[in-house]
């Protein structure tokens, strides 16, 4: 049974196909997003808002070949209340895509192919001998759209879920290579954005709920929808009582979605999430020994944006006059969202036990786990409300030390920078020692590899405060603890 839930937030993307599916030209348009982020609603529910419901068909390929998807495709255009004529088969049964989708043209204003990367494998599973950058029935919708089509408004919307392959379809001799009116990429919701799905929460119940969902849609829904109002008690139960999906999960995002397989790839995840970051570290983790062992794995993962690359924000910033590119050396690597790496720290390892001893384990484990999480939250607070034009971190050696500084933001053209720190503890923190440990940074800091005389502010985020200051020894201070968050949160939507 499909479920319809209420549909909050992307109104930009959802201004953006409005106006597309609106235009009175063919358009072939391309929708990517990991799974789970809510694709297909999205396009359900901008067609339901154009009223165009009875315009607009979805078809899902299923894993098979090419003939069995044709009667799919007849079966889902049925769904609609409409029976079109079967097409006789050609000699070469991919042809046969061009009198059905002429058939489609008369009754429809347009055709979604849902999970497009399964119609592409059965091309190739159909024809095996061509080169995969040939894939029939890419040949197929490229040639529609530039000679085949005769309605001349007729829309075609290609979304799946496997980044890399829809990528990879306007890329290199590809047929489809620059023949997309419209890309769109749905995102995860930003923390601030949970408000539209749990309006009452506080700030420390949204932030232990962002911890293991990210913005996803599915795993918001999944809580929202319970009979429980407590995130723990939620936890606990669905523990209990979904195992399937706690534990089979993280497969469906990495093999099924992102078309990885391997175990490598699986250690290398395992790895980043135990805090082994750089190449060196990841290289030990796997007792490997040659870079080479793990650069193609990286190079993947960080294509399908299962991971990210991460530098100093201040190494990315270059004069305006600077052409030559600077050759980034002090990377790390981080999991790209959080419940891939709530699965790797917490659920990976705890199969075995009792559920309710996977629960306390969590628990235990979640106030050091959020720390990370919650400096995330707080840079993404600073996107939102600050003008800088570089937002991110800080780290390099202090007196040989390894230091961080959690938020730096700068504007080179005005000469000023904000370094922030934050601090999710139980424990009140008292600003006067955390603005001693952020004054360090000022002197360590450089910018296109010099030393700057910026004006700098600082901020400090922390869940509670021994007491608060807005100066120290003549530096600007703000201090924000949830409450105030809070507060600043409820005015970002």
Not at 290 to 298: F, H, Q, S, V
Request: glycine share 4%.
């Amino acid at each position: 049974m499909i479920t319809h839930h209420d549909f909050f937030g992307r109104q930009q993307e959802i201004a953006n196909l409005s106006r597309i599916l609106q235009l009175n030209t063919f358009q072939l348009i391309r929708i990517t997003g990991r799974r789970r982020i809510g694709k297909t609603e999205f396009v359900r529910f901008v067609r339901n808002q154009l009223n165009l419901n009875s315009k607009i068909i979805f078809h899902t390929p299923i894993e098979s070949d090419i003939s069995t998807n044709l009667e799919k495709l007849y079966l889902d255009i049925e769904e609609t209340g409409t029976e079109l004529p079967h097409i006789p088969s050609k000699k070469s049964i991919i042809l046969t895509y061009y009198p059905i989708f002429r058939q489609i043209e008369k009754y429809f204003s347009g055709l979604v192919i849902d999970e497009y990367p399964r119609l592409h494998r059965a091309g190739q599973l159909t024809y095996p001998k061509l080169p995969k950058d040939k894939n029939p029935i890419d040949e197929i919708i490229k040639d529609y759209k530039e000679n085949k089509q005769t309605n001349p408004s007729f829309k075609i919307i290609l979304m799946g879920s496997e980044v890399s392959l829809m990528e990879e379809l306007d890329e290199g001799n590809r047929p489809l290579r620059g023949l997309f009116d419209s890309v769109i990429k749905l995102e995860p919701f930003k923390f601030y954005e949970l408000q539209y799905f749990f309006p009452n929460k506080t700030f420390a119940e949204l932030l232990d709920i962002f911890g293991y969902s990210d913005g996803i849609p599915l795993y918001l829904w999944k809580f929202k929808d319970s009979k429980f109002d407590n995130f723990w008690d939620w936890l606990s139960d669905s523990i209990i009582k979904d195992r399937s999906f706690w534990f089979s999960e993280i497969n469906s995002i990495i093999e099924a979605d992102f078309s990885i397989h391997g175990t490598r790839y699986g250690a290398i995840l395992d790895a980043i999430a135990k805090g082994k970051t750089r190449s060196n570290e990841i290289l030990a983790e796997l007792n490997l020994e040659k870079t080479g062992d793990i650069t193609p794995y990286l190079q993947k993962l960080l294509r399908t944006n299962v991971i990210v690359e991460e530098y100093p924000i201040n190494e990315l910033y270059r004069p305006p006059h600077t052409t030559k590119p600077r050759n980034l050396k002090n990377g790390i690597y981080r999991l790209s969202d959080n419940f891939i790496a709530f699965w790797f720290r917490f659920i990976k390892t705890t199969e075995a036990l009792d559920p309710t001893r996977i629960t306390k384990f969590i628990q235990e484990g979640y106030s050091d786990y959020l720390g990370k999480i919650f400096e995330r939250v707080c840079r993404e607070i600073i996107e939102k409300t600050t003008d800088y034009s570089y937002i991110g971190r800080w780290w390099g050696k202090i007196d040989h030390v390894m230091e961080e500084c959690d938020i730096l933001a700068f504007d080179p053209q005005k000469n000023e920078a904000l370094l922030g720190i934050c601090k999710w503890t139980n424990k009140s923190q008292n600003p006067n020692k955390l603005m001693k440990q952020a004054i360090r940074y000022e002197d360590h800091i450089l910018y296109n590899r010099k030393a700057r005389d910026m004006n700098y502010k600082y901020i400090i985020f922390s869940k509670n405060f021994e007491f608060e200051i807005d100066h120290f020894y003549g530096r600007e201070v703000e201090c924000y603890n949830a409450d105030r968050l809070y507060a600043l949160m409820k005015t970002l939507i």
